[in-house]
């Protein structure tokens, strides 16, 4: 996994869930974002911008995968954030 992405799994119908650092190296505080990729396992997967669902901001990498690994770990609260999104 590339450095900058703290968490990722894929659902049991494709779409992958990732928690992504999008703040620069060394930056404080860390900012990271929960995003889908609806394309997993396709050729045109991560290409583009992926809908973020979720952000948050942390002291540490640490701090911000402790804040939003619980949505992105429940495949429920992912469908609802999808949906409070327009994506589903």
């Known amino acids: ?3 900058d992405i703290l968490y990722q799994r894929v ?3 494709g779409p992958s869930v990732q928690i992504r650092v999008t703040s620069a190296s060394g ?3 860390i900012t990271a ?3 889908v ?3 997993a396992g396709t050729p045109r997967a991560g290409v583009g911008t992926l809908p973020g669902l979720a952000h948050c901001e942390a002291p540490n990498e640490a701090d911000a995968l402790a804040a939003l690994e619980a949505q992105a770990r429940d495949d429920r609260t992912i469908a609802m954030l999808m949906r409070e999104k327009g994506l589903r």
């Open 1 to 3: 996994m590339p450095s």
């Open 11 to 13: 659902m049991g119908h």
């Open 27 to 29: 930056e404080s505080p």
């Open 33 to 35: 974002i929960l995003e």
């Open 37 to 39: 990729d609806r394309r």
